[in-house]
């Protein structure tokens, strides 16, 4: 059912609502900024999700249920868990308040992804549509072929930009002060921890719910950025990033239920801007239908392909940014 809902009900019902074009009124920015009912709302969800996933594996691995069952009520946590959780830990990672980002590292380390907070802020951010962000999906690559390039070789950014952190203030990359290795501990006790608890049964149920939120989050990061690649404008130096490099999704419910996600091109323009303040770039390209649906698209190569490609194909042409050689392209795979 909850996979139904998100990924069927809810683009179907996005499609009989107007889309959401409201943008914050002029002058209120600095006054929205300060509010802090909106950041309040977003903490005081991270309790719960930690509180429910640790009750639903416990309740799940229990139960006197068969091993479907066990396997569909994991899924379906990591569904939730991809949705709402990593959403929720993408706004607090690029907060600068202590309690926020650590708020939002807590979510990612009950979804076993703690390096994304490093990779996303200090990585993708900076290199998106060039050929060192491995969040960049390149022109007719499957997303079959996408998931696993991207999720080993945003582990292998995250270790980069932090050894190169450490480099400049004089640290070696194995040391304390090494934020991967700090998380990586606080995450392996916390499987050990679960494993004491419900012990391999548990274990296997919490990778199912990892597998099944890192493969939504990813699927999503792979509609956001596809074939949008910066222009190559001297050998190892590319075009400014812009509005045009990212796909959005104006679908109002959806972005009612994923804190304005879709706005996509002002979060890169402004990384620190509150979900609340985002706003509609109309020189940002825009998906065809809400996230739901297209990430069930991601999923089937050869409608992506029809529908995405002559998409990208006609950015290009309108840009003519010289972006074709900026990434190497996959062919496309029927």
């Known amino acids: 059912m909850p996979w139904v809902l998100a990924l069927v009900l809810l683009p179907i019902a996005d499609m009989l609502v107007s889309v959401d074009g409201y943008d914050p009124p002029t002058g209120s920015e600095p006054r929205e900024a300060r509010r802090s009912a909106f950041t309040w709302l977003i903490l005081a969800y991270v309790p719960v999700q930690l509180g429910l996933t640790a009750y639903v594996l416990w309740a799940d691995a229990t139960a006197p249920v068969g091993a479907l069952d066990r396997i569909g009520i994991a899924t379906a946590l990591g569904l939730a868990n991809g949705a709402i959780g990593f959403t929720l830990a993408h706004e607090l990672v690029h907060r600068t308040a202590i309690l926020e980002k650590a708020a939002g590292r807590a979510l990612l380390l009950s979804l076993a992804y703690p390096h994304w907070a490093i990779e996303h802020v200090r990585g993708h951010h900076r290199y998106v549509g060039t050929p060192r962000d ?114 959005n999704s104006y679908r109002r419910l959806t972005n009612y239920y994923l804190i304005e996600l879709g706005r996509h091109s002002d979060h890169h323009a402004q990384p620190g801007r509150p979900y609340q303040l985002l706003r509609h770039l109309d020189e940002g390209p825009e998906l065809p239908w809400s996230y739901g649906l297209m990430v069930t698209l991601a999923f089937l190569p050869p409608l992506w392909f029809r529908i995405m490609n002559p998409r990208v194909i006609a950015w290009r042409a309108k840009w003519d940014t010289g972006a074709g050689a900026a990434l190497p392209e996959a062919r496309a795979e029927a």
Do not use: D
């Open 134 to 247: 491995p969040a960049t999906a390149r022109f007719g690559e499957s997303f079959l072929r996408f998931w696993p390039r991207t999720v080993f070789g945003q582990m292998a950014s995250a270790w980069r930009l932090e050894a190169e952190r450490l480099r400049k203030i004089g640290r070696p990359a194995w040391s304390a002060g090494n934020e991967i290795l700090r998380m990586g501990a606080i995450e392996i006790a916390l499987l050990a921890g679960l494993a004491a608890w419900l012990g391999p049964l548990g274990l296997g149920l919490f990778t199912v719910q990892v597998v099944t939120a890192v493969a939504l989050l990813e699927a999503t990061n792979y509609c956001q950025h596809y074939g949008l690649v910066r222009g190559e404008i001297a050998p190892g130096r590319f075009e400014p990033q812009a509005p045009r490099h990212s796909w």
